[in-house]
């Protein structure tokens, strides 16, 4: 019987076949010239600006002070407040909005600073717990905290604090139930939530923070 997948010239299907596959994977393992045309490949200086990874100018307002900086595109608002201006007391737990220790205040809405490009708060007021108080003088709210034992290991304290806040500066009479839902996306691993609503209710009631706020007027009288 005669081959009938033998060409003239003795070339078989299938050593054709065999020949062209080593001469694709020859082909493919020639190193490109770096001095070639490639219409698909873009300069680097193109490429960081069209990406944004070049730090770009930030202004904004932060905890009552205006605020300049060079910032990544990348950058999240908790990354720049903790490693580039000092708001430690913003804390780092989950990294994906799912505790609320790094809750802040932008132009009064208390958000996950873990989810927020630091650009995102370009021209806006952010408030962090370092922003509560009034020079040395503690909020109501955080004397009402310190006098119902609102807190333990600290870490979603000032979440809470956040929270709360802008709860409080909603005004009018709270119930439980108010208190309990404005803190709804800050967990405590501690268990403080009852005392949290209680310090709340306090401050609502005009009540938060008396006893605190004795002590520590005491305390600078040297008595």
Known sequence: MSDHSKQPGGVTRRGLFRTLGAATLVAGCVKQDPGSENPERSEAPELDDALGLT????????????????VEARTTLLELLRL?????????VCDRGACGACMVLVDGV???????????VG??????VAGLAEGEQLS??????????ALQCGF??????????????EGGPLTRG????????NLCRCGTYPHVVDAVLAVANGEGGRRQTELLQVKKGGA
């Open 55 to 70: 730090p770009a100018p930030l202004e904004f307002v932060l905890d009552g002070q205006p605020v300049q900086a060079e």
């Open 84 to 92: 580039d201006l000092d708001r430690t007391g913003t804390k780092v």
């Open 110 to 120: 208390p958000r996950n600073s873990c989810m927020m490009l630091a650009h995102d």
């Open 123 to 128: 021209g806006s007021e952010v408030t962090t």
């Open 140 to 149: 109501a709210l955080q004397l009402a905290f310190i006098e119902h034992d």
């Open 156 to 169: 979603c304290t000032s979440g809470m604090l956040i929270s709360s806040t802008a709860l409080l500066r």
């Open 178 to 185: 108010q208190v309990e839902d404005a803190i709804a996306g």
